[in-house]
Nanobody, 121 residues
Framework: QVQLVETGGGSVQAGGSLRLSCEIS????????MGWFRQAPGKEREFVGA????????DYVDSVKGRFTVSKDDAKNTMFLQMNNLKPEDSALYYC??????????????WGQGTQVTVSS
């Protein structure tokens, strides 16, 4: 089966940095897209950023542009989310996902279990 596992979450003070990793196994993703989403308690799941696996094209929600970077390691089928200058409003459970791409969660078919990011003031 396809498995996605997020790691790298934790607690950090405002202005700090974290790097999340998403390891994918069970399928080749050369024609797929990989995305990052986040969900805070009581809120809807929100698109953060994504990358088309083969061309490497990226997309980001406005609130993280210039602070977050999505990248990948083709050989390891691993996607990363580098988060710099973190803000308290970035606190959420972060999910990685695989699917056809775009900003809508409905376009992603496989999901990880999530990793918690907590940013304190």
């Amino acid at each position: 089966q396809v498995q996605l596992v997020e790691t790298g979450g934790g607690s950090v003070q405002a202005g700090g940095s974290l790097r999340l990793s998403c390891e994918i196994s069970g399928r080749t993703f050369s024609g797929w897209a990989m995305g990052w989403f986040r969900q805070a308690p009581g809120k809807e799941r929100e698109f953060v950023g994504a990358i088309n696996w083969s061309p490497g094209t990226t997309d980001y929600v406005d609130s993280v542009k210039g602070r977050f970077t999505v990248s990948k390691d083709d050989a390891k089928n691993t996607m990363f989310l580098q988060m710099n200058n973190l803000k308290p409003e970035d606190s959420a459970l972060y999910y990685c996902a695989a699917g056809s791409g775009g900003r809508l969660p409905q376009r992603y078919h496989y999901w990880g279990q999530g990793t918690q990011v907590t940013v304190s003031s």
